[in-house]
């Protein structure tokens, strides 16, 4: 079994910044790719940001310049810092990991989603 587990959403007014954190643990013979995708109410799920292995990264468009991804390969950890966050960032921010639990078996797993709420 592999658990994905999201941290460091909440509440912040416009401009300042957030820094999202996730864990992926359990059978985990490596992981390929993490990432992050976020949902707004009435919105489908999109892509936010992607990090390789080997520490290639690919934005959205929307938060190129303002959104950086991270990742602690040692650790099983993601990271998405937020910053001159803006309203229409609003949204639950979901991690997903491609973990290979064998050699020979993929899959991915998503965390439960962590709640971004950018108001004044």
């Known amino acids: 079994q592999v658990q994905v587990v999201e941290s460091g959403g909440g509440l912040v007014q416009p401009g300042e910044s957030l820094r999202l954190s996730c864990a992926a643990s359990?059978?985990?013979?490596?992981?390929?790719?993490m990432g992050w995708y976020r949902q707004a109410p009435g919105e489908q799920r999109e892509l936010v940001a992607i990090i390789t292995s080997g520490g290639t990264t690919n934005y959205a468009d929307s938060v190129k310049g303002r959104f950086t991804i991270s990742r602690d390969n040692a650790k099983n950890m993601v990271y998405l810092q937020m910053n001159s966050l803006k309203p229409e960032d609003t949204a639950v921010y979901y991690c997903?990991?491609?973990?290979?639990?064998?050699?020979?078996?993929?899959?991915?797993?998503w965390g439960q989603g962590t709640q971004v709420t950018v108001s004044s």
């Open positions: 359990g059978s985990i013979f490596r992981i390929s790719n």
């Open positions: 997903v990991a491609d973990v290979w639990v064998t050699m020979k078996n993929f899959q991915n797993y």
